[in-house]
């Protein structure tokens, strides 16, 4: 089945990666004025990474898949509602950027909330582009690099949306329309404590909010914050597709892992904590 049409007004955001002009949809894609040509997967993505690559893959195939699954379960659905609610505070944005957004899970949440917005989700990930480019038939997915310079306009997006992923302040700062808004999702310290001793998870760095300081600040004032928690109650195969989807997965053999999870109660309750901040321009 063919991918539908890519959004005019989400397209209308993109720049080259080559030269920095305008990008617009062709049968094949996309292209700029200067004929550089970008063309679009079947899966309905494009990619976008600068001249020479990127040395980011993104997560696997595996880590997709897993997370495709535990948030198509509605396990994180309080989060998705929490950046929904400090994305659409104040004048309703008509333009979203979800950075690192995996699947598009979240931004098709947010979507859902503002009618007449449109969204990209950009990740270095192909596997998750090949899943966000279907996630909401107002939003549209780009393999880029988060750390290089990002594959859109200047001034042309009214929210930045970071769920668990990496900030760029500067590349944030640029392309936010003069009265944006950055929002970020980052855990709090019991975010899935139940878990992280029993199955030896990473742990949540207690500098984390002062490291998100320091990397934004010097770009962006931050504007508030507001915190999401609940409890999930999991069975043992929704711990391990947990486990799975995240960074946990690279430090875990699947035997190990295994074994700790059959040694938890079933189901298991388990915290969801984080915090939701907001950063505009200077």
Not at 29 to 42: E, I, S, T
Not at 79 to 99: F, M, N, Q, S, W
Request: net charge neutral; with cysteine; aromatic share 2%.
């Amino acid at each position: 089945m063919s991918p539908p049409p890519l959004p005019a007004a989400a397209v209308a955001l993109l720049a080259c990666p080559v030269c920095d002009r305008q990008l617009a949809a062709d049968p094949a894609g996309l292209r700029c004025a200067a004929g550089h040509a970008f063309d679009r997967a079947r899966q309905g993505h494009v990619t976008l990474l600068p001249p020479g690559g990127s040395p980011h893959e993104g997560d696997s195939a595996t880590m997709v898949a897993d997370r495709a699954d535990f948030l198509a379960a509605g396990h994180y659905g309080g989060i998705t509602a929490a950046l929904a609610d400090a994305a659409l505070t104040g004048p309703p944005p008509h333009t979203l950027l979800d950075l690192g957004g995996g699947t598009g899970a979240h931004l098709a949440g947010v979507l859902d909330r503002a009618p007449d917005a449109v969204g990209v989700v950009v990740d270095a990930s192909r596997y998750a582009a090949r899943r966000a480019a279907r996630a909401h038939p107002r939003a549209m997915a780009v393999v880029a690099d988060s750390w290089a310079r990002w594959p859109v306009r200047d001034a042309s997006v009214d929210r930045v949306l970071v769920v668990f992923a990496p900030r760029n302040g500067a590349e944030t700062t640029r392309v936010l329309a003069p009265d944006g808004r950055l929002v970020v999702v980052t855990p709090a310290a019991d975010h899935l404590a139940e878990l992280v001793g029993p199955l030896g998870l990473l742990r949540v760095d207690p500098a984390k909010a002062d490291r998100l300081a320091a990397a934004l600040e010097p770009h962006l004032n931050p504007a508030g914050t507001a915190g999401h928690r609940s409890v999930l109650e999991l069975d043992h195969a929704a711990v391990r597709t947990l486990v799975g989807m995240g960074p946990h997965a690279r430090h875990l053999a699947p035997a190990e892992l295994a074994a700790r999870v059959a040694a938890l109660p079933d189901p298991v309750r388990v915290t969801v904590a984080v915090d939701v901040g907001s950063w505009t321009r200077h």
